[in-house]
């Protein structure tokens, strides 16, 4: 019989694939483990895998392993000051990318180097990040309608939104006055992220470990505080094509 191939296109923007590629070890290190590979094109990222499950927890580790702390900052700015020009210059060496279009400063890459380039270059005033993170946690980290997301706003003053962008991301909107309430609205943001941790687990092998009745899964849960679920190949199938 003939080998099955899953495929999965996820469409990114031009600095998240410039993003992927600079940290290619990661991006290798999880494609290794999956036994998975991907490849480029001018606008996505095609990951091939043998099995739907392996497929979905691969891209998912990608997105929260490596395109979760890539962060777009655009920061106002009118016009092209000593401010802006010294974060301009100094961008490349840092590590991130820096553009300035149309009144605003917009800089990416990591959120630490863009704090340091901003305080460094001696760049003020109202801020906008968008960050990335994968689809599924969406409920978990807004809580009950959105109730942790409004005690963020509450208690930092900042404008904060979860857009879901894609089949495959959630994006993480905040804004303030200034690049310090940004980072710290941002990071409590981060801070309601569940510990997450998936793994492939031959299907057949699903039913003894659950238990009868789920009563292994379920004394492993109550004891550990966790929740856990196994994903069998015709949900992780249908998930894909529902994507597609």
């Known amino acids: 019989s003939g080998v099955t191939i899953h495929t999965s296109s996820v469409q990114l ?26 490849r480029f094109s001018e606008r996505s990222m095609a990951v091939v895998a043998s099995d739907a499950v392996i497929l979905r927890l691969c891209v998912g580790e990608i997105i929260s392993g490596v395109l979760a702390d890539f962060v777009d900052v655009k920061f106002r700015a009118a016009t092209v000051d000593e401010a802006v020009e010294r974060c301009l210059v100094a961008a490349e060496a840092s590590g991130c990318l820096a553009l300035w279009h149309d009144g605003v400063l917009e800089v990416q890459g990591a959120l630490p180097d863009i704090v340091r380039l901003a305080q460094d270059s001696g760049i003020s005033g109202q801020t906008k990040l968008i960050g990335t993170q994968p689809a599924a946690v969406r409920d978990f980290v807004g809580g009950k309608k959105d109730g942790k997301i409004n005690k963020i706003v509450r208690e930092t003053g900042a404008f904060v939104e979860l857009v879901p962008h894609g089949p495959y991301f959630l994006s993480v909107v905040v804004q303030a006055s200034t ?57 992780a199938e249908a998930e894909w094509a529902t994507a597609a």
Request: proline share 2%; hydrophobic share 45%.
């Open 179 to 235: 690049i310090g309430e940004v980072e710290m609205a941002y990071r409590m943001v981060l801070d309601e992220l569940p510990a997450e941790l998936a793994r492939f687990v031959p299907e057949a092998e699903h039913r003894r470990l659950i238990g009868h009745g789920g009563r292994n899964i379920q004394r492993i849960m109550k004891r550990w505080g966790v929740y856990m679920k196994f994903a069998g190949r015709a949900e």
């Open 13 to 38: 923007s031009v600095t998240q694939l410039w993003w992927l590629r600079r940290h290619q070890r990661a991006l290798g290190e999880i494609l290794l483990r999956h036994g998975a590979c991907c």
